[in-house]
């Protein structure tokens, strides 16, 4: 978290902690549409409703753009709680699975085409990919815009990772598509950005002036987003620029270290994550979850394990990501170096490993 | 706000603002459960989740306690925002009418038991109420416990202004009826309590097991509740008995001044209420929702004018409370004083009296 914030917090004058407008302190709105403004995203405030958190958004998003029974579209493997928030506002999710081969880069627009059934009514995917890690290029986003354009759906962009892209790749926001303003909705968070998880603010962000009157219904129901978030979250527009580069170079290091490391090991597939902290890895094992399990229950080396997220409960079509999981690479190199380590010497006396 | 929990946001020490667990911090539940051990609501822990302000408590146990097509039943008039999450989580409200002269309070359970239908799956009270200011009494709890045991329904119960009881009263919680522990569900906030609307801090309380491992399913898929106000929840906990005594004795105060005067004017009949700081009252006038807007645009009395909530919406009942406004007596007693004078002389000049 940046120090500007905790200051902000530290310094917090109200003698009252009243509710804020229900889209979220206008002061606060004005200078985040600066925020998004200076990396192309054209957005005054009116086009901002400040969300508790990017699960609020995602959750509004899909209560407003879809009616109960419709569907929505999103690339598989995916964030496993946009299953909760779908079920939650009664949506049906039909996956469209992407291939570790090319590193999870968006599936072939006739993919998508297929899937396309009259109740279709938006696209979701989640730019840089939380659990892949693939970061959607110019030329993807601009064939996903022209399949919305064409078929009259939402596309909604989560893309809470903006910050983490990495090797120079640029990234390129729903938001910056030409004539596309009736049909882009951006899901946001300062979770990642500025490590706020705690915080829980977020925003929903359209120029589709109908939709965010729409949500903000839903926002008056739920009265204000949190008053201190907010102070947070405006504090943390002035963080500046070295706080992201220092993020930005350990990110790097560990990312480096861990994919080498990783498709070092015989017969394991690491593809090179072009963004956020996440990756998903194939491994010679019959079943990544019986790994897992048995990584934490029965396997020691030096004394430690490793525990790692299965990838089947990203996937939405059954019997996929058998013997994938998901890695993220948040702790420091060393815990991270020996993690490898501890992984490698696993695969080598795990019983039902297949290659 | 009381100082403790300000002073607790200004000494906040931790240098990342992580996701605290779903359910709530367990620091915080554990002296939360003590607060209502304390109060004679026997909970521990596990039996509260921490909700991202009343509003997420309510919509929790909207989602968790019925299936969409359930229907609830609520007396009215009643919280309007109740609508909002029936409507999200695709739940009929079957409303039960209350009677300004009975002061609102519970309708004859007669009415209740006509209201029931093989959907019926809950029954819904905010104790003490708004928007009427009546305070259940035991006897009245304990008959609606009877009622949702026979029927096999949940009694949810919301009771945000539980600290606001007067002249003598006690509060009576749906969390004290006995045998009644799979059935009852205590919705709650600290906006009121300690004036902190903005930090969104709830929580939902129950004993059944099921249900609150449920409603856990939920707050996970949005993560957690915001990590600050948290704090300032713990923090206010500790909240001298001094500071409840002031809050007390200056509500007390503004509620006679303000149904004193209103009771005066020829033809208003203004209820004391025993709870709360909101009462509803019936003017002499042909339609309160034209009757506020004429205040608003075509009156002033000594350059001022009175801003009232008609009642209607707080009906669920089409044509009710056509002639009821509800008034919060949160201003200063001067204020007040000048708002129960305004309304005197308004209701001398406006064209749609009917009395």
Known sequence: TPEVALKAIRNFGQKVIEYSHSA?????????????????????HNDIIISTGGSEAIAFAFQVCLNPGDEVIIPEPFYTNYNAFALTAGVKVVPITSDIHTGFALPPVSDFKKAITPRTKAILICNPNNPTGYLYSEDEIKQLGQLALEHDLYLLSDEVYREFCYDGHNHFSVMELEGMDEHTVLIDSVSKRYSECGVRIGALVSKNKKLIATALKFAQARLSPPSLGQVIGEASLDTPAEYFKEVYDEYILRRNLVIEGLNKIPNVLAPMPKGAFYTIISLPVDDADTFCQWLLEDFSYEGQTVMLAPASGFYATPGLGKNEVRIAYVLKSDDLKNAVKCLEEALKVYPGRTR
């Open 24 to 44: 979220g302190n206008e002061p606060y709105r004005i200078k985040l549409s600066h925020y998004y403004q200076n990396i192309g995203i054209n957005v005054d």
